[in-house]
């Protein structure tokens, strides 16, 4: 089983659709969690960290359910700007400062 | 501007050369890393240096070296003996002290695309 398991997607919604990704993760251990959005051909970039009780920015929520070992992220009021990779990235247990990538969800936002 | 320099962003390569890709960073960040992302697959660690003069190997060490003589700098040489070297390498960096959790944000650099021909 992978460390952290993204659906590909692509996911394709029309402008102002609410879209949601789920990102699984296996170690139980694992404290810290991201979501990084990613642009063709770019270099990843923080999106938001996730929070145990959940937390918000603006259009994006993201939730954290630790029983189940996955982490969501909703976005409202879709943007052809948000058409991107989304990234879960979970750290490592007792690595230090080292993370595992999902392989991301590819959205693409259509006018 | 604080930030990451990666150099260069497209390079090619014979097979059998030696190449050397740049990573600088002004953020003052303790750690530093490379990591290696192809088409389908998430972002594999290569190396990663907690502290100057000290790294150490991630998943896919193998074919690669590096070097950490200065906190801002942390250059990733390919070497003849990586298999599969085309791929995009990206290098980041963050505030992350060893043995600390959730020391956070990855701070990336913008990429070098390297081909082997």
């Known amino acids: 089983r992978k460390e952290v398991e993204q659906d590909p997607g692509p996911f394709n919604v029309p402008e102002g659709a609410t879209v949601a990704f789920n990102c699984t993760y296996s170690n139980s251990a694992s404290q810290s969690f991201f979501w990084y959005r990613q642009d063709c051909r770019k270099e990843p970039k923080l999106l938001m960290s996730v929070y145990s009780s959940g937390n918000e920015d603006g259009r994006f929520t993201a939730q954290l359910n630790r029983a189940s070992q996955y982490i969501s992220l909703l976005i409202r009021d879709s943007k052809l700007s948000d058409s991107a990779t989304y990234l879960c990235v979970v750290n490592r247990p007792n690595t230090g400062n080292q993370f595992y990538f999902g392989t991301g969800t590819s959205l693409t936002v259509i006018p | 501007d604080g930030g990451i320099t990666q150099s260069p962003k497209y390079l090619f390569r014979k097979e059998g050369q030696n190449v050397t890709l740049s990573c600088e960073q002004n953020?003052?960040?303790?750690?530093m890393y490379w990591y290696r992302q192809d088409p389908g697959q998430g972002l594999r660690l290569i190396y990663y240096?907690?502290?100057?003069?000290?790294?150490q190997k991630g998943d896919i060490a193998e074919g690669y070296s590096v070097s950490r003589e200065k906190k801002e700098s942390f250059p990733l040489t390919v070497t003849s003996a990586q298999k599969n070297p085309t791929a995009f390498y990206l290098c980041a960096s963050s505030i992350g002290i060893a043995g600390a959790v959730g020391t956070g944000e990855l701070f990336f650099g913008e990429g070098s695309r390297l081909t082997v021909l």
């Open positions: 953020l003052n960040h303790d750690a």
């Open positions: 240096s907690q502290i100057v003069n000290d790294f």
